[in-house]
């Protein structure tokens, strides 16, 4: 435990401003120990806190949070936040069930007005609170200003741009800092910088456009030229000043996130005087303070639990690769064969494996940033221009460009590939993250075929059939983790579109599986097993077409028939009650059941124990067996 004695003094954010600007230093210093002390305990998002440590500290001395409402964009960076706002004494739960989740949550805190773990939209929120606020919305406690702290990576997405205009042109008082953790400035641009940031606050906008014409012929010749940098930088980045003015803001920076007295000047001074929608463009360093984590590659970006001393991190061992991997590999292999095919993903290449890819093929992979709208559009025009293209993409990331698929993708029936990594319930990240929907949201368009592997030699099928099918979109999905470790086929065979495969035959009940939970169907298999009891287990592999000779001949041979799938209600289930229906079969007497997740929104958890509030693992299972053919003549009959 790190020794913090001014920062064991702060319960609420309040507190911060009984202390001078000299204390606060010491409780950034402070807050950026116990952050990582803490994270070494839970794991999580490292890197992103330990870049706005001085930027949170100076944030809540300067505005009055709750009141004024404070919105982290993506808040995997809120963790000093919620140490600093009552949540210290929870902090080492974070991620763990019933514990602090690890993005902001309105329900956990009103020092949390808005939950984001989904990037780009707190400009949005932020829009929406501040029109509440002119509009009278909350009368007690009435609404101050909004901040909305988004990352370079955020505020790429179109969603940004478009509240950023919405701002510039509703024209009222809001503030947007600019986390910027991906450039640095040399001293003479820093100082430039840093000069030009105080005379902007000093001065009315208009006075400050005017000084800015003729600071440059005033400076000594080295300093001209550190500023020429400054605006060279600023003018061939992706964002810069006049832009942000063009849309409606007043743009201030870029200035040093890392200095506090800097920003508490910078903020207090705007918080006073501003009176028009703000842009504070901060520059930070991912995994400030921790050696560890500035030296990785992703300047500790997601860890799990580590050594405090070395950062080394505490990974079980594993002797199954994971479903992401073998993806990877599989489109690998695959694309050296075929010079056609192409990848694409939304900012996460690591996370879906298309790092790998990129290796081999560097011309063949395109990361659009995070623009999963724009992603999706783009795929469809490659497979329109002749390529196949593959767009990886995690289930609860691709809801974001659900019109692009129905309008771009399948109402054209083009033949895009939909990679659907982390379907299913994934763990610490909790609801925002699980996969939860995609079968229901794809399977209901006409002309999509939607597949789920089983275990990781399924998937190495499905890539190849996702290759081969040339005759519409075609969605394959897999889980976050480890795989089964089921031995791998050399090379990928395309499956039969909308055939699915007997596992083992039985007699009585069936159990028809989409997805990988079938590995607890067959544990569940073994407990029945010993109750006399064997159920028929097949793997469906499509949602979309149907197997409509299996699941006939499945309701036909056996008093009951359960479905089990990874998602939510109309999704594979209510696909097959809906063929069940349309033929007739209810009316004979088949007991049907559907194993779904709940109609709740999970929280954090370890898988399994998702799985188990879902009622899915092997116990749940085979207690559903025995409720289907009657616990209490079971009894009788054993």
């Known amino acids: 435990m790190p020794n913090t004695p001014l920062l064991d003094r702060v319960q609420i954010p309040a507190d911060l401003k009984r202390l001078s600007d000299r204390e606060l230093h010491q409780i950034a210093d402070e807050l950026r120990a116990e952050t990582i002390a803490a994270v070494s305990e839970t794991g999580g998002h490292l ?9 949170t500290v100076a944030l809540h001395a300067v505005f009055d949070t709750p009141r004024d409402r404070l919105i982290w964009d993506v808040s995997h960076q809120c963790y000093p936040h919620k140490i600093l706002t009552g949540r210290r004494d929870r902090i080492r739960t974070l991620r763990q069930k019933d514990g602090l989740s690890g993005f902001t949550k309105r329900s956990e805190s009103p020092y949390d007005p808005f939950g984001a773990a989904h990037s780009s939209t707190s400009i949005s929120a932020a829009l929406g609170f501040t029109m509440a606020r002119e509009l009278g919305g909350t009368p007690e406690p009435a609404l101050g200003d909004a901040i909305a702290v988004i990352g370079d990576g955020a505020i790429s997405a179109g969603m940004a741009f478009e509240a950023l205009n919405n701002a510039g042109h509703l024209g009222k008082r809001i503030f947007v800092v600019l986390n910027d953790n991906d450039m640095s400035i040399a001293p003479p641009t820093g100082a430039m910088s840093s000069y030009l940031s105080r005379l902007y606050a000093d001065k009315p906008v208009q006075e400050i456009k005017q000084a800015m014409k003729g600071a440059l012929s005033l400076l000594p010749e080295p300093f001209q030229e550190g500023a020429r940098r400054a605006k060279d930088l600023l003018k061939h980045a992706t964002i810069g000043g006049t832009m942000f003015e063009e849309l409606g803001f007043n743009y201030l920076g870029p200035i040093d996130g890392h200095d506090l007295d800097q920003l508490l000047w910078v903020f207090r001074t705007l918080r006073e005087r501003a009176d028009e929608p703000m842009l504070i463009h901060v520059l930070t360093k991912k995994g400030k303070g921790y050696a560890p984590a500035e030296g990785s590659a992703d300047r500790g970006h997601a860890r799990a639990k580590f050594d405090l001393v070395t950062g080394k991190q505490q990974k079980p061992p594993s002797n199954a690769p994971s479903y992401t991997r073998v993806f990877a590999d599989s489109l690998i292999a695959e694309a050296r064969r075929d010079d056609k095919i192409v990848a694409v993903t939304a900012a996460m290449p690591d996370g879906t494996g298309l790092d790998l890819f990129a290796k081999h093929f560097p011309q063949r992979m395109f990361d659009v940033a995070i623009a999963e709208q724009h992603g999706v559009t783009f795929c469809a025009g490659l497979a329109a221009g002749g390529m196949k293209p593959f767009c990886a993409m995690y289930s609860t990331f691709l809801q974001r460009g659900y019109d692009q698929v129905v309008h771009d993708v399948a109402i054209q029936r083009l033949p895009v590939r939909f990679a659907i990594d982390r379907a299913g319930l994934v763990g610490a990240d909790g609801a925002t993250h699980a996969g939860s929907f995609d079968v229901a ?9 939607v597949m789920a592997a089983a275990d990781e030699a ?14 519409g979109p075609i969605a394959f999905r897999f889980p976050r983790g480890e ?28 159990i028809l599986s989409f997805g990988t939970r079938l590995g607890e169907v067959l544990r569940a298999c073994e407990s029945l097993a010993a109750k006399g009891i064997t159920p028929t287990v097949a793997d469906a592999r499509f949602a979309k077409p149907l197997d409509h000779e299996l699941i006939l001949r499945l309701a036909a041979e056996h008093e009951g028939l359960i479905t089990i799938e990874e998602g939510a209600v109309g999704g594979f289930g209510s696909h097959v009650a809906q063929l069940l229906a349309d033929e007739g079969v209810f009316d004979h007497g088949l007991k049907f059941r559907s194993m779904v997740l709940p109609d709740i929104f999970i929280d954090q958890a370890s898988p399994r124990d998702m799985y188990d509030v879902a009622a899915m693992n092997a116990p749940q299972i085979e207690a559903k067996v025995l409720d289907l053919l009657g616990v209490a003549q079971l009894g009788k009959r054993a």
């Open 47 to 55: 890197g992103a806190g330990l870049g706005v440590v001085e930027l």
């Open 441 to 449: 949201y794809l399977a209901n368009l006409p002309g999509f075929v």
């Open 458 to 471: 399924e998937l190495v099928h499905m890539v190849a059939t996702a290759v081969a099918h040339d005759d």
């Open 483 to 510: 795989g089964e470790g089921v031995e791998l086929p050399e090379r990928g065979q395309p499956l039969e579109i909308g055939k699915g495969r007997m596992i083992r035959e039985g007699s009585r009940v069936a």
